[in-house]
């Protein structure tokens, strides 16, 4: 498979669909140098070649799961570190064959469909005129093939009803077991969460005996991944902004079995001050970041003030989460990116204003952190160029007691 096309000029870096302003990395290429972040960004064109689940033991065992799986043709592999890690191999790229017919899909459809997604009618932006059966090739906004299929309705039924299976994809660039359809799933027998995201869990190290505050917890992944760790023991409070976020939040939580989240729909960035009762003795923080790191991406585009706005953002959550953490309590924060800004900027605030440590994580899989104050050394980045994850970023602190 041919790399794709780079462009670097002086305001933007051009890869494939990807378009972002040169200024967003030039504090990680100060680090790590320009030729390594283009190969992060190449990397970020394609999914990662391990599709990881959790297992949901409160449920079910990983070798339960791992022979229903097998029963229905899915081969899973154990993760090696990970207790309740199992994952799927991502095949491809496959050519996509030709049709008579295209269908135009908005960025999201495209990028599920990338990876064998069926396409559903809400995705479809515009299409040529198909009938029921007829053979389609689905394109990004872009024009990228990303996948070929049959029809299951007219293309005036798809726009006007927005719902329902539109095209049954048969082929796609590349190809991860549909895990949704699957009636595991539906038993809430796992969770898909990329690796990363799993580590974040385990590197919290809850106890049954605490109170444990997710500030930004949709869609529930972490929530309910540390309820699991804890037996449903303890209390978890899941908090975030929006209803539908955390009805969200409600709906996995109640597929998996949980029975010891408290859901809360509130701004956390004021939780110190609308619930100045509330203390934590575990924190987590993964709050809304440029998403830079989720993988694959077939379009984006994104500029320095992207990134300046969500990093002032991601500050406003640090005086509640500092005011509400016990002394002595542990605060995880995590994101989805790997600008400097982001990440290290923030642990920076953490410490010199707000007063925590920065201390040694459980697990490090990743490569360290940047900068020289001393603590970087024990921050966790996962830069895909050298480890096949999407970006991410963990860092791990402690409240003096």
């Not at 064109?45 to 065992?61: D, E, G, H, Q």
């Not at 295209?102 to 932006?125: C, N, R, T, W």
Request: charged letters at 30%; hydrophobic letters at 40%.
């Amino acid at each position: 498979m041919a790399l794709p096309s780079t462009e670097r000029d002086e305001e933007w870096l051009k890869i494939e669909g990807l378009v972002y302003q040169h200024r967003i990395f030039r504090s990680l290429a100060g680090f790590i140098g320009w030729e390594r972040v283009e190969k992060i960004v190449r990397k970020l064109t394609v999914p990662v070649k391990r599709y990881y689940v959790r297992v949901n033991t409160l449920k079910t065992t990983r070798e339960e799961l791992m022979e229903r799986l097998a029963e229905r043709g899915l081969k899973a592999y154990p993760d090696p570190l990970l207790p309740d890690a199992i994952y799927f191999e991502v095949k491809g790229p496959y050519k996509i064959p030709s049709a008579p017919k295209k269908v135009i899909v908005d960025k999201f459809a495209a990028e599920s469909v990338y990876q064998g997604a069926d396409l559903y009618a809400p995705g479809v932006m515009r299409g040529d005129p198909i009938r029921r059966g007829d053979e389609v090739i689905i394109l990004s906004p872009t024009g990228k093939p990303v996948g070929y299929g049959i029809a299951k309705m007219d293309i005036h039924e798809i726009l006007a009803k927005r719902r329902g299976l539109a095209v049954k994809v048969l082929v796609s660039v590349f190809r991860a077991p549909k895990i949704r359809e699957l009636k595991e799933y539906e038993e809430g027998l796992f969770y898909d969460q990329s690796y990363p995201a799993m580590l974040v869990s385990h590197i919290l190290e809850p106890q049954p005996s605490e109170i444990i505050v997710d500030l930004c917890a949709s869609p529930g992944g972490k929530a309910t991944h540390v309820a699991q760790l804890i037996r449903n023991e303890g209390l978890i409070l899941a908090i975030d902004r929006s209803t539908p976020k955390v009805l969200k939040i409600k709906e996995n939580a109640r597929r998996l079995g949980i029975t010891n989240i408290k859901f809360l729909v509130s701004d956390s960035r004021y939780l110190h001050l609308n619930y100045p009762a509330l203390k934590a003795d575990r924190i987590l923080l993964d709050p809304p970041c440029s998403s830079l790191g989720v993988r694959p991406k077939i379009m984006d585009r994104k500029e320095y003030k992207d990134i300046i706005s969500v990093m002032k953002y991601q500050q406003q959550f640090l005086e509640a989460a500092t005011r509400i953490l016990k002394p002595g309590g542990t605060l995880v924060y995590s994101t989805c990116t790997f600008t400097v800004e982001e990440n290290e900027a923030i642990v920076s605030l953490l410490v010199e204003k707000y007063g925590l440590k920065v201390v040694e994580q459980k697990y490090f899989l990743g490569e360290e952190g940047l900068g020289e104050k001393g603590w970087e050394n024990l921050l966790q980045r996962f830069h895909p160029d050298r480890i096949d994850t999407p970006g991410f970023f963990i860092a791990k602190l402690e409240k003096k007691a």
